[in-house]
């Protein structure tokens, strides 16, 4: 990981390989930050917006473009998971069940990320998908961040608006990070604010496993 002045690079980015079961998971003792969210929403350009890379992740106008995990390495230090979206209407049953399949075995398995950063298209989230999955990790104590997607897609005034609006669909604690990945609108800021709360995440881990017969 390098610094100049504030903001954060991995110049190490690297893809590491790409996941269609579980059980083929390698293992890899690295904190793990998972990219969820919506078909289209954006997650695999944003990955690439965080990486700086033009086309380490592959990208489509189509939804249904990821549909397997892959996984990347950041300088070593963490591995990030981005992961298949959901919701995505026009998809096949059979292949919308083993997507979902796919990513709750992941997210309930030994493999299972510290931190997940859930993306919601600033015009449309939360759908009652988004809200179905912040409940499941809500429920599998994951802690998760909202991560407004597109935000160049609305002007000043609105994106305000919305950014409100999503919060208290959520719940009302945790206000969505706007971000572009067409402008680059608050991607420095993701990049510090996803390592403060892997940080965080981290801690919560620790406290759950340390022994208790001190206590
Ligand atoms: N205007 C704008 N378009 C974006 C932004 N981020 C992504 N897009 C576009 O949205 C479309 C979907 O982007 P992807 O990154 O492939 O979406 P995804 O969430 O990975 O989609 P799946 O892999 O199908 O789940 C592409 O056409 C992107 O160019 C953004 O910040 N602004
Ligand atoms: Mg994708």
Known sequence: MQFSGMNIHWPHTQFIQSVSDT???P????????IAGHSNVGKSTLLNALFDRKNMVKTSKRPGCTRLLNLFSLDEKILIVDLPGYGYARAPKSE?????KLIELYLRGDAAPVLVLVLLDIRHGPKDSDLKLIEWLNDAGIRWVPVATKADKLTGN???VRLKEMCENMGGLLKPHPTSSSTGRGIPELRTLMLEELKLAQETVWDEVEPTENL
């Open 96 to 100: 919308k069940r083993r997507w979902a």
């Open 158 to 160: 609105k994106r305000a």
């Open 23 to 25: 059980r083929d998971f």
């Open 27 to 34: 293992s890899i003792d690295l904190p793990t930050v998972a």
